[in-house]
Each structure stands twice: as structure tokens, then as C-alpha cells.
């Protein structure tokens, strides 16, 4: 119960933080992509059967928090979810080093696919051609760098409070 | 076994992503309204501190790495000051002239609006110049289309979807933005249409009319749905357009969007 309050209250701040937080310290262009890097980090740390639905709520959110169609970061944060699954099954590292970088890899792919395919969403729900056209290299980098950053940042926090309640689950059921 | 456990996650993959598009065909038909006002309520004083404290963050960044910069601009500026001070002399006879081609071209001064002060509480996270979230919505009689100002009336947007206590306001820039305008120095008349969260592009001005770098760009009151008079912004480079019926300008916007704190909201 304390988790899944805890873990609400992440996404619920992570979605307002990418809606509010944009503009001020970062453009909004290359501003990271909060609710992406966690559920990145949480499908090839933790599993996407695990995490599934935490992803899809934080998409609600983020879709909430933004004003925006609602299903479009849903449809987003899936798709790169289950990318992600499928990738670190194929790609298996040993080592705390080695999935780190792992990490950082699917975290710039998944920066590249949701930049793609937001844009392509946006063109087909919005019929504005131009932002998919403005798909610049300089911002894509940018974010990229950042949401890195952003991991790097979240990795200790998110993995220990994970750690804790999951060490406390399996030390009940023994 | 595998192939089962893949087989199943891709039938869910189909699943989720089928229920999105499912929801994305909703939209239109208003059914998230009522999660749209619970989520508002909940984060608008989370969203105003993290606005606040994003715009401040910003803003001491900025300071800090410009130090040099503002050292070297404040000397410019005593010496330009001192310039000023001489032409403060004939500023009071200009004044009273504008008074006057006020009250002839019928502009309403800023102080006879009904305005609506409101913070600025977030902004489309993809692209910058698109839209903004403001703290006032239907519980303080904001309604959609009303025109959105910031201090000196200087028109930023009109207000695109209202909730209890928040609302959404489409800017200038944006691609779905277009709002009739004039040339207050030449009387040109046309239109100004976002540029893709870039810019203000005027369009639509007949070749008869004189467009000059500088000029200032106000609403003109045509439609009905904008006050006349609300500045846009002023002509940088005009341009015949390719079809040489038509010619235009690019349009450059006095307020920097990104920097948005308070805006107004006009009322009546």
C-alpha cells in the first residue's frame, strides 16, 4: 500500500514536473522526458510484467498534466515499454555496470522513438506537418543528453526505494 | 514455453495500444473533461510552485552567467540614460499627441478593460510558443476566446478550453492561431497567423497598401471576437507574396513566451 502510494505520488509529480518545470531552467524542446526515462528504467530493471501498469497510468497523467489527447502518451510509453522488454531479453549483461549502460542505450533510443512518433501522432491528430518536419538533430541531442542525465540522477533513488519494499515483500513471505 | 510468454506479450502490446487508439477517438467527444477538472484541481497549487520555481531557477541561471554581459550593457545604459533625459523634454508634447489619435482611431486604453490577473502555470512540454496554462478558469468567469494580454496590452493569445479553475490559451505563435490586424501607421489591414510556435507571419495585405519595417501591427477589431486596438508586434521585413497578389511581413513578437509569469485575461 505505502509502494503504490509512494509510487503515485512519483508519477503524479514527474508528470506535472514535465508540464511545469519546462521553460524556465530548459526549453521545452530538449526538456527531459521524466515519465519516459522511469518507465525505461523500471521495464529493464524490474520487468515490463511488473511495471505495465504503472506505465500505462503514468501516460494517463502525463496526458492530464500536458492537456493533451488523451491515449497519445499512453500509446508512446507502451510501445517503448514493450521495446524495451523485448531488447533487454535479447541483450542480457551481468553486472550493475554493464546494465547501466544498457540502460542509457535503450534511454536514447527511446528518446529518438518518442520524439519520431510523438511528432508522427501529432501530424496525424493535429495535421500540423511543419513540428514533424522541425524534428532538428541539435534538440533531439540535446534531450537525449538530458534525459540521460535525468537517469543518472533517478537511478540510486528509484533502485534503493525499489530494493526496500521488494527485500520487505520477500522477507514476509519467508 | 518462450514462444507462449512472447506470444502473450505481444497479444497485450496489441491490446494496450488498441485501447489507446480506442481513447484517442474519445477525445473529440469531450468524455475526459471530468479527469481533466479532477487533475486540475488536484495540481494547480503543485503546478504553480513548480511554474514559479522553474521561471525563478531560470531567471537566477541567466543572471549568473550573464554578469559580465550586464556590467558592460549598464554602462551602455547610463550613457544612453543620460541621451534620454534630453529627449524626456519633448516627450510630454507626443504624449498629448497620442492622446489625441487615440481617441480618432477609437483604441480603448488598457485601463477600461475588464481584466482577469492570472499566473501562468505551464506550457506545452514538446514545443515552446504553442500554448500556456492559466490559474483562472470558469470559477472566475473565463470563457473561451477571450482575448489573453500581458501588462502593457500587448496580446499574447485567446483562451482555447476553459476547466473550473484553470484554463488553456492557444499563443499568437501557434500554427492554429490567426487573428485579423492593421498597421497603425499605414492602415494596412491582413492577417496574422502563427508560424509553428515560432513566430507571427502577416498575410493577406493588398498590394496597394504600404508595409514598413517597424510599423506596429494592433488588432483590428474585425470578427468581433478581439478588442481593436491590442498591439501584436511590430513589421520586421516585409515581402511580396509568391503568388505577387498579396504581400506580407514576418511579424516580431515584443513579449518572450517562455518568460511568462502573469497575464491578463480581458473579460468584457
Given at each position: ?165 521488494f527485500v520487505q515483500k520477500e522477507e514476509?513471505?519467508? | ?87 524626456t523634454a519633448g516627450q510630454k508634447e507626443l504624449q498629448r499627441e497620442n ?170
Amino acid at each position: 500500500m505505502a509502494y503504490n502510494l509512494i509510487i503515485l505520488a512519483v508519477i503524479f509529480f514527474l508528470s506535472l514536473g514535465q508540464v511545469s518545470l519546462s521553460g524556465g531552467i530548459l526549453a521545452p524542446g530538449i526538456f527531459p522526458d521524466l515519465i519516459m526515462v522511469l518507465s525505461v528504467f523500471w521495464v529493464s530493471y524490474f520487468g515490463i510484467e511488473r511495471k505495465i501498469g504503472w506505465i500505462v497510468t503514468a501516460g494517463f497523467f502525463l496526458d492530464l498534466a500536458a492537456g493533451e489527447t488523451v491515449g497519445k502518451n499512453i500509446f508512446l510509453l507502451a510501445l517503448i515499454a514493450y521495446a524495451t522488454s523485448y531488447f533487454s531479453g535479447k541483450l542480457l549483461l551481468s553486472g550493475e555496470a554493464g546494465k547501466f549502460f544498457l540502460m542509457m542505450a535503450f534511454i536514447a533510443a527511446g528518446t529518438l522513438i518518442n520524439e519520431i512518433l510523438g511528432r508522427t501522432l501529432t501530424l496525424l491528430v493535429l495535421n500540423d506537418g511543419f513540428r514533424f518536419a522541425l524534428l532538428a538533430g541539435r534538440e533531439v541531442f540535446l534531450k537525449t543528453f538530458f534525459n540521460l542525465i535525468f537517469f543518472a540522477l533517478i537511478y540510486f533513488p528509484v533502485n534503493k526505494l525499489e530494493k526496500t519494499f521488494f527485500v520487505q515483500k520477500e522477507e514476509i513471505k519467508i | 514455453m518462450t514462444h507462449k510468454l512472447s506470444s502473450k506479450k505481444t497479444l497485450r502490446l496489441i491490446f494496450i495500444l488498441g485501447c489507446c487508439l480506442f481513447l484517442v477517438f474519445l477525445n473529440p467527444k469531450k468524455v475526459f473533461n471530468p479527469f481533466f477538472e479532477i487533475f486540475f484541481k488536484l495540481s494547480l497549487p503543485f503546478q504553480k510552485i513548480f511554474y514559479t520555481l522553474s521561471q525563478k531557477t531560470g531567471n537566477t541561471l541567466i543572471f549568473w552567467s550573464s554578469l559580465n554581459e550586464i556590467r558592460e550593457e549598464n554602462e551602455k545604459l547610463i550613457k544612453e540614460n543620460r541621451a534620454l533625459l534630453v529627449e524626456t523634454a519633448g516627450q510630454k508634447e507626443l504624449q498629448r499627441e497620442n492622446e489625441e489619435l487615440r481617441k480618432q482611431l477609437g483604441l480603448i486604453p488598457g485601463k477600461n478593460f475588464s481584466l482577469e490577473a492570472s499566473f501562468v502555470i505551464g506550457q506545452n512540454p514538446q514545443k515552446l510558443g504553442s500554448w500556456i496554462l492559466i490559474d483562472k478558469g470558469e470559477n472566475s468567469g473565463i470563457t473561451t476566446g477571450m482575448p489573453v494580454i500581458v501588462s502593457q496590452g500587448i496580446l499574447i493569445g485567446k483562451v482555447e478550453e476553459v476547466y473550473a479553475d484553470t484554463a488553456k490559451v492557444i499563443l499568437l505563435t501557434d500554427s492554429e492561431s490567426v487573428i485579423n490586424v492593421r498597421d497603425l501607421e499605414t492602415e494596412a489591414k491582413g492577417v496574422v497567423r502563427g508560424k509553428f510556435g515560432l513566430g507571427l507571419v502577416l498575410e493577406m495585405v493588398s498590394q496597394d497598401d504600404m508595409l514598413n519595417a517597424g510599423d506596429s501591427i494592433i488588432t483590428s477589431g474585425l470578427g468581433g471576437d478581439l478588442p481593436k486596438g491590442l498591439l501584436v508586434g511590430k513589421i520586421q521585413e516585409p515581402k511580396v507574396s509568391l503568388d505577387r497578389i498579396f504581400q506580407g511581413a514576418t511579424v516580431a513578437v515584443p513579449v518572450k513566451y517562455s518568460n511568462l509569469d502573469v497575464v491578463f485575461v480581458i473579460k468584457n
